[in-house]
């Protein structure tokens, strides 16, 4: 995602904000490549307990280390599926 930013002279967080809703209209896959598996996981976990409607509860009981790119990538994976059951 930095090298497609880079090209098109956008900011990262405008590349990853537009994937996310990519993915969560369904329309992009959330690739595992992205993210570590054990980010995912945290996040995920997170995510189930708290629900992802706001990116700073999960930022706050979150490692440090975990961006709000990430956690906003995961977040609208977990609704693209939450929408997918309820239809």
């Not at 945290?42 to 930022?59: D, F, M, P, S, Y």
């Not at 975990?66 to 995961?74: A, E, H, K, N």
Request: hydrophobic share 45%; aromatic share 4%; net charge positive.
């Amino acid at each position: 995602m930095e090298e497609i930013a880079e090209i098109r002279k956008r900011k990262l967080s405008s590349v990853i904000a537009l994937v996310a809703e990519k993915i969560e209209s369904s329309e992009v896959n959330l690739q595992p490549q992205w993210l570590a598996p054990e980010v995912f996981d945290e996040i995920v976990a997170a995510g189930h307990q708290l629900g992802t409607n706001r990116l700073k509860t999960l930022k706050d009981v979150l490692r440090p280390e975990i961006t709000y790119d990430q956690i906003r990538l995961v977040a609208a994976h977990l609704r693209a599926k939450a929408n997918t059951i309820r239809a």
